[in-house]
């Protein structure tokens, strides 16, 4: 079974350019995440995907940041304009039930990000 | 609103020998879930072990094994027979489908 995809794997800005990362998920799963990693710390959930639909965005910068998941598949997570304090691991994750239990998470290999 | 604390931003241990790395956590739900998951140098993060809260029976998985008591609202990972390739940051998460994250406790194991 492939895993979770994303690119690109790196990415350098200047500040106030725009950046667009893409995610695929494992195929089948309805949920999919965006989490910021910022070094040295765990990490933090954006937002929250059940099929197309948004489950939880409240921690979403929405001034700056915005993602869709059109046909529920893959999903683009997009930063404009871009800021120095955006540098960080942005994760993917993609999760299916297990009988009677919760969603297990999958994580992508994540997109390093750093705005110069 | 849910918080996780790893108050061991690092920890290093012996090839072979026992390290256990803490993680307190608060909420107020009556179930939720509890996960360790690995994040090796590559980044990719991967499910360690898994603790529901209405089970009192600690999860084992080869290797690794929890201390989970609810009361104190700790949930301890206990890694045996440490590898090499057991070096990694170790997280601790709390939740269901929504998940709450610690900061992490990197784990070296010297040879």
């Known amino acids: 079974e492939a895993g979770v995809a994303q690119s690109p794997r790196y990415k350098i800005i200047e500040k106030r350019q725009s950046v667009a990362f893409w995610c695929n998920p494992i195929?089948?799963?309805?949920?999919l995440y965006w989490y910021q990693q910022i070094l040295g710390q765990g990490p933090k959930l954006l937002i929250q995907?059940?099929?197309?639909?948004?489950?939880?965005d409240s921690q979403l910068p929405k001034d700056r940041f915005s993602a869709e998941r059109l046909k529920g598949v893959d999903s683009t997570l997009k930063i404009q304009p871009a800021k120095l304090e955006d540098s960080a691991v942005y994760l993917c994750?993609?999760?299916?039930?297990?009988?009677?239990?919760?969603?297990?998470?999958?994580f992508g290999p994540g997109t390093r990000l750093t705005v110069t | 609103a849910q918080t996780v604390t790893q108050s061991q931003p690092e920890m290093s241990v012996q090839e072979a020998e026992t390290v256990t790395l803490s993680c307190t956590y608060d909420?107020?739900?009556?179930?939720?879930?509890l996960f360790w998951y690995k994040q090796p140098p590559s980044r990719q993060m991967i499910l360690v072990i898994r603790q529901e809260a209405y089970k009192q029976q600690n999860a084992t998985e080869n290797r690794f094994s929890v201390n989970f008591q609810k009361a104190a609202k700790s949930f301890s990972l206990k890694i045996s027979d440490s590898q090499l390739g057991d070096t990694a940051m170790y997280f601790c998460?709390?939740?269901?489908?929504?998940?709450?994250f610690g900061a992490g406790t990197i784990l070296r194991v010297k040879s």
């Open positions: 998460a709390l939740g269901g489908n929504k998940l709450v």
């Open positions: 994750a993609s999760s299916g039930r297990l009988a009677g239990g919760p969603l297990e998470q999958y």
């Open positions: 909420t107020s739900e009556s179930n939720y879930y």
């Open positions: 195929s089948g799963h309805a949920t």
């Open positions: 995907f059940q099929n197309n639909g948004v489950v939880d």
